[in-house]
T-cell receptor, first 115, second 111 residues
Framework: EAGVAQSPRYKIIEKRQSVAFWCNPI?????LYWYQQILGQGPKLLIQ????????DSQLPKDRFSAERLKGVDSTLKIQPAKLEDSAVYLC?????????????FGPGTRLLVL | GENVEQHPSTLSVQEGDSAVIKCTYS??????FPWYKQELGKRPQLIID?????GEKKDQRIAVTLNKTAKHFSLHITETQPEDSAVYFC??????????FGRGTSLIVHP
């Protein structure tokens, strides 16, 4: 079974530039999560989708971050404009939805450095 | 929202010793508690999980206990090996589907 795919793996940008990350979940997984993991901290949930609907985005900085999952499969996360404090690893994860309490599978992450 | 506290932040043990990492949570609606292992530069991987209708779960050298009354859960690793060295994260899922992670514990197992 193929895992969660993310691209790019690394990105370096200057502050105030824009950046987009892409995630392809495991086939058949209805739930998709985007996390921000700052060095030395645990993953922080930014947004959670079930199919193409948003379940939770309470911690997404909506003035600069946006995410979509138009066809209920792939997802993109965008930052515009980027700030220095956005430097982090952005992790995508997916899970089946057969009831809740389902195991999450993480992608390899995108490492973002904002200069 | 949920708040998850994880202790200790760093744990150093000798090979063969046991290691215990503890997490507390605040929201009584949390009912799913997974533990993840993250090696340097790699993705978090699930090592064990427990649901709120169970008090203890074991998988070979790893066990997790849950005390719903006190709102805490713990990871126990016995007979530690150098390859157990990594950062371990606990998480609590509100109503089973909205996750909050702890800050992580760096476990170092000395040969």
């Amino acid at each position: 079974e193929a895992g969660v795919a993310q691209s790019p793996r690394y990105k370096i940008i200057e502050k105030r530039q824009s950046v987009a990350f892409w995630c392809n979940p495991i086939s058949g997984h209805a739930t998709l999560y985007w996390y921000q993991q700052i060095l030395g901290q645990g993953p922080k949930l930014l947004i959670q989708f079930q199919n193409n609907g948003v379940v939770d985005d309470s911690q997404l900085p909506k003035d600069r971050f946006s995410a979509e999952r138009l066809k209920g499969v792939d997802s993109t996360l965008k930052i515009q404009p980027a700030k220095l404090e956005d430097s982090a690893v952005y992790l995508c994860a997916s899970s089946l939805v057969v009831g809740f309490q389902e195991t999450q599978y993480f992608g390899p992450g995108t490492r973002l450095l904002v200069l | 929202g949920e708040n998850v506290e994880q202790h200790p932040s760093t744990l150093s043990v000798q090979e063969g010793d046991s290691a215990v990492i503890k997490c507390t949570y605040s929201d009584s609606a949390s009912n799913y508690f997974p533990w993840y292992k993250q090696e340097l530069g790699k993705r978090p991987q699930l090592i064990i999980d427990i649901r709120s209708n169970v008090g203890e779960k074991k998988d070979q050298r790893i066990a997790v206990t849950l005390n719903k009354t006190a709102k805490h859960f713990s990871l126990h690793i016995t007979e530690t090996q150098p390859e157990d060295s990594a950062v371990y994260f606990c998480a609590a899922f509100i109503q089973g589907y909205i996750p909050t992670f702890g800050r992580g514990t760096s476990l170092i197992v000395h040969p």
